[in-house]
């Protein structure tokens, strides 16, 4: 869905619709781009899910007990974080760009929901720093993939630039403060484990 329009003249002096503004302009401007970043937001979390299988298969193949427990946690961290925002925007109540910017060109308007935190930035923050925790590379490309989902979540103005950096901040905090709290029992869990017949699911190595 398409919804094209004049600017408003005067942007309401919020923050967050003045870095909108210019974000929304460029989208106007670049057609070519608007198929690419429309797919990116609405079919971006596919990437994450195979980045997910991905550090399972790294962290298996490392042997380490701390890199498995990442990898188990790292799905996990990602639903609590998803889980948690959802009465976090309820109660900050932020509109979306489509009730707060007459006018703004709007490519995927999105649910009738409160726009932050992005619940999709949420799942991305929480992923990167899970598999972070499994290997940094990994979690270094992931953080690419997060910005870029995170981008192309405003670009089409699903929502707000704080809205999505909000999200990527609390998946992050929530996903990195439950791994303190359970990390120890995770590895403690994990060489249990890997005295049973499940083992081969979490380590390549020979017992």
Known sequence: MVRRGSMPERAVMDPNVSVFLPIN????????????????????????VVLLGVGWWVARRSGEAARQAAALWAPIGTLLAVALNQPLAAMIGEPRPVVAVPGALIL???????????????????????????????GAATAAAALLLAFSRVYV???????????????????????????????????????????????????
């Not at 302009?25 to 994450?48: C, E, H, K, N, S």
């Not at 991305?124 to 899970?130: D, E, L, N, S, Y």
């Open 108 to 138: 995927l308007p999105g649910a009738g929901d409160p726009g932050m935190p992005s619940d999709h930035a949420t799942m991305a923050g929480a992923v990167t720093i899970g598999l972070f925790l499994v290997s940094r590379r990994l």
């Open 157 to 207: 103005g699903a929502h707000f630039p704080f809205d999505v950096l909000v999200g990527l901040l609390t998946g992050a905090a929530i996903s990195l403060l439950g791994w303190l709290v359970v990390r120890t029992w995770l590895v403690r869990l994990v060489r249990a484990v890997e005295r049973t017949r499940l083992r081969p699911l979490l380590t390549a190595q020979r017992a």
């Open 25 to 48: 302009a460029f989208a106007r401007d670049t057609p070519w781009l608007q198929g690419p970043m429309l797919d990116i937001a609405q079919y971006g979390v596919v990437v994450f």
